[in-house]
């Protein structure tokens, strides 16, 4: 009976579920900006997913009678020139960034990350084509890049998602690349491959899980960066189409009034825009460790 009861506890203790929530629990409270970098994104996150439904006030909806007012307790920041409820307009705009971030990575990863990891680990001809794709897209100045390619399709949100992927598509690529050309010859792969695993299998159960702690760096650089691009696509008039909410439009709306006065219809939406940004970068190293096998001791 003794074993019996002393099993149980080991098994629930040893299941990866545990240790795996027990691991994040660790990077997290390790280091406080890692914390301060998961609760950032816990906010931002929330804010995407139940903010518009939150909101004081219609974000699209206009009062000439209430325009450019200063923030107060009926408007926590401000109003715009149309009399639009500035906070609201903050918070419904998170989701619209948020999605564009996402769907931009996770194109661009799909595209980058496994075409990098199969340059490296096979080489060959599939190194120089997607070596060769790479280089082209590199010797374009990169936003403007994304200009052309969304001037040419058109300012719509699936647009800009698919430009944002290009432009990071040589990122994705050369960071894999390096990485998998490093792993293929070490002795785990070749006793991987010596058991009789065939090469696609290594590449996803071997070569892949070593390549994502790195990746996870470069991933959450880059949501960062896909927020950047596409606000400014949107402040030169390229991007998302009033009136829209989004942070990048609001900041455009805003620029022509700092000089007036009115600070606020500018500072607020550039203020959250920074702090995504801040919080992306700060979310890399968490991530890496999140994920990296060889440090869940």
Known sequence: MSDSVLSAPAAQNGSPAVALLRHARYVVSENPVTGLAFALFLLIALCALIGPYLVPHDPLASDTAAALKPPSLAHWFGTDQLGR??????????????????????????????????????????????????????????????????????????????????????????VARAEANVLRDCGFVQAARLSGNGEFRIVLTHILPNVMPIMMVQISLTMGYAILNAAGLSFIGLGVRPPTPEWGIMVAEGAGNIISGEWWIALFPGATLMLAVFCFNLLGDGLRDLVDPRRRT
């Open 85 to 174: 409820d500035i906070f609201s307009r903050v918070v419904v705009a998170t989701r619209l960034d948020f999605a564009i971030a996402l769907s931009s990575v996770a194109l661009v990863f799909a595209m980058g990350g496994l075409s990098g990891v199969a340059a490296g680990y096979f080489g060959g001809w599939t190194d120089r084509i997607v070596g060769r794709i790479s280089d082209t897209i590199m010797a374009f100045p990169l936003f403007v890049l994304a200009m052309g390619i969304v001037a040419a399709l058109g300012n719509t949100v699936t647009n800009i998602v698919i430009a944002t992927a290009i432009i990071n598509y040589p990122l994705y690529v050369r």
